[in-house]
């Protein structure tokens, strides 16, 4: 299997792991369903960002899902699909410029700090 192949797979397999659609996986990355079923039958591969950001959202070890070293779930984690309120904020994130978010990550940071 190549390995394009392999990493498909393992998206397949963490996606299905939590009972996410497609579609579902797709909306959150600001792409078409039509990516993501392409990079799980191998034909296309994803970028390191997106390999990233399909990590995060599924709660998955980055690790396993780049090269398939170590486990799918790190042993802190939990395997559980984010809320629909961290999904709405993640594709707000998304549709803003990379400044835009280096601005919302500085507030939020700063908030944070404010809190303590």
Do not use: Y
Request: proline fraction near 3%.
């Amino acid at each position: 299997m190549s390995e394009q192949a392999e990493i498909g797979k393992r998206i397949k397999d963490a996606r299905q792991a939590l009972n996410v659609k497609q579609k579902w996986l797709s909306a959150n990355l600001g792409i078409t369903a039509t990516a993501v079923s392409k990079w799980e039958s191998g034909e296309q591969f994803p970028t390191l960002d997106k390999l990233s950001k399909i990590a995060l959202l599924l709660n998955i070890n980055f690790e396993w899902l780049a090269t398939g070293r170590g486990e799918m779930v790190a042993p802190a984690q939990s395997v559980a699909p984010p809320t629909d309120e961290l999904s709405a904020m993640i594709r707000a994130m998304n549709s803003l410029s990379a400044e835009q978010r280096n601005v919302v990550l500085k507030f939020i940071h700063d908030w944070t700090q404010t809190l303590k």
